[in-house]
């Protein structure tokens, strides 16, 4: 018998076990892109998109001890955030939270470790040297004092608190001293529209209800408010 009408067969065998082989490897596929999604959601602030607590944190170490003394912990709170829940609604208080992430964000850029530590609390961890802190920290409170818009045309007037902490300014390159001493410039600042930068003093501010007391005749910049 002439081999040649074996040859389909053959190949036909061979295409069935590549089909059949990829079954379980395109199986395994979609499972593994299932459990990436799940992780970065358990990674992400689903109403923000910044990180949640713990990856924030795990970021936020790795940059310190890369940069060093160039390095800059950011805090901020929302000003006046359970008046607009109150006078707006908590959908309104949620647009405001979700625009104040994208706006740290794009000001933070994406090598920066951007979280949200819980309510209207942020944090930012980024390489910022001495000579660009002023400006730089002077831009992100302008950007935080831009109205947002909400979807029904609604302008809801908005500021924030900030608060700069760095391993130069305070002599420690601990990520929670700086997050406490930059906690502390925050409360020097709340409410008045600017910006500070903390010093040596701040790292050994008592807490007041769990936060930082800030401390007078540190670095203040911005405009008021």
Do not use: C
């Not at 040859?7 to 990436?36: D, Y």
């Not at 109150?86 to 959908?91: E, K, L, P, Y």
């Amino acid at each position: 018998m002439s081999p040649l009408p074996r040859v389909p067969a053959r190949i036909g065998q061979r295409t069935l076990l590549l089909t059949t082989a990829a079954v379980p490897l395109t199986g395994w596929a979609l499972h593994a892109v299932a459990l990436h999604k799940q992780l970065a959601a358990t990674r992400r602030d689903p109403l923000t998109g910044l990180l949640r607590r713990d990856a924030y944190t795990a970021r936020a170490r790795s940059l310190v001890a890369r940069h060093g003394d160039d390095v800059a912990v950011v805090m901020v709170d929302a000003d006046h955030f359970k008046q607009i829940n109150d006078g707006f609604g908590h959908a309104a208080g949620d647009a405001v939270l979700a625009a104040f992430g994208a706006r740290l964000s794009t000001w933070a850029g994406p090598r920066a470790a951007v979280g949200r530590l819980g309510g209207d609390e942020f944090a930012v961890v980024l390489r910022l040297p001495a000579d660009r802190r002023e400006r730089r920290l002077d831009q992100l409170v302008r950007l935080l004092r831009k109205p947002v818009v909400l979807d029904d045309g609604r302008t809801i007037d908005v500021a924030a608190s900030v608060g700069a902490a760095s391993p130069d300014g305070i002599g420690a390159r601990d990520l929670s001293k700086l997050q406490r001493a930059a906690d502390a410039a925050l409360y020097d600042g709340k409410h008045t529209g600017r910006a500070v930068l903390a010093a040596a003093a701040h790292t050994t501010v008592p807490s007041i209800n769990g936060r930082r007391a800030g401390r007078p005749g540190t670095a203040v910049w911005g405009r008021a408010a």
